[in-house]
């Protein structure tokens, strides 16, 4: 039994979350139990753990930290593979600009920056913020969850703040809106998207495929 645990702290639909590792998992003749939870015991024991996000992050980290989830994240990356996804990738990071300045979990070394309200195309045309939509995302690094997904594949964007690190060796992938910004980030067993693969069809479901056959090793 391969169970995945997708973390509940109230901020983000999680039900098109869970129904897609349940696909998933069925093309691979897998018996996959998702548990959708905050319940620390039932994360420790499960295999595999989902941290999801969406919203606003200073709401989103008042819920983890009234939770607890910041103490079930931290004893869940040290040991099983993590796959963060939109404001649960932000959420690692140390912390954000949005809502004035939020001090985010710090487990990964990085801010959290604003598109800026006069973003431009390369031919100077106004973007608009949030970046909503199909984006193409360029693989920096083999990785186990690229696995069978093209390079520049198109996934599905929903956000107006995005990763900033120093830490070019965590990059694993790169979006361009504007400028460069990061798509992905992978450390150790750790793997962090700002797209939604659950909403991003045939290669988000890839992606999520292959997170279940991860054992968190590169």
Known sequence: MNKIAVIDYGMGNLHSVAKALEHVGSELNQQVEVSVT????????????????????????AEILRLDVDQIVKEAIQSKPVLAICVGMQALMNSSEENGGVDCLGFLDGEVRYFGDDLRDADGGRLKVPHMGWNQVRQTIDHPLWKDVPDNSRFYFVHSYYVQ????????????????????????????TQFHPEKSQTVGLTLLRNFLQWDGSV
């Open 38 to 61: 905050a319940d620390a015991t039932e994360i420790a024991a499960a295999d595999r753990v989902i941290f999801p996000g969406v919203g606003a992050i200073r709401d989103c980290m």
């Open 165 to 192: 690190t120093d830490m070019r060796d965590m990059v694993s992938g790169i979006t361009n809106y504007g400028a460069d910004f990061v798509a992905t980030l992978a450390d150790g067993n750790i793997f962090a």
